[in-house]
């Protein structure tokens, strides 16, 4: 029964991730709505990317620590001893950095952080698809 609980750290950051595309949808609609000036209620939108992104960000985290309980004491192998392992770990710093930039945005509104909250927010997207990939193999 034990061999069980090896699945749910994947099951929990796959719906995780689904989540954090939706994240990143609703980030370029509002983006494209900024350059094209369309009237569309942008606050809705904003306050819809905001909470979602909490909520995708404390998700990704909870995940994160369950893979390290998993590897731990279910699979019993060293911890930060895989690529699955450096990759979750730069995803979730590229995820923070980029939470850490959209409340920036929010404060100062400054164009260059606007670019790069985008930037770290594709990059972390990236990075939690190829470790994705990378955990394959450590599966049973």
Not at 32 to 59: M, Q, S
Not at 80 to 86: A, E, G, I, K
Request: charged share 15%; aromatic share 16%.
């Amino acid at each position: 029964m034990i061999w069980l609980t090896v699945y749910f750290h994947p099951i929990i950051q796959i719906t995780t991730l689904l989540l954090g595309f939706y994240v990143l949808k609703l980030g370029l609609t509002l983006r494209k709505n900024r350059l094209t000036r369309t009237t569309f209620p942008r606050a809705v939108l904003l306050e819809r990317h905001i909470r979602l992104a909490r909520i995708f960000v404390i998700l990704f985290t909870i995940g994160y620590f369950l893979g390290l309980l998993e590897m731990q004491f279910v699979l019993k192998k060293p911890l930060f001893n895989t690529f699955h392992s450096f990759l979750g770990t730069l995803t979730l710093i590229f995820l923070y950095l980029t939470a850490f930039l959209g409340r920036s945005i929010r404060r100062k509104q400054n164009e260059k952080f606007r670019e790069l909250h985008r930037f770290c927010a594709f990059i972390g997207m990236f990075l939690a698809l190829t470790t994705g990939f990378a955990g394959i193999g450590l599966l049973p």
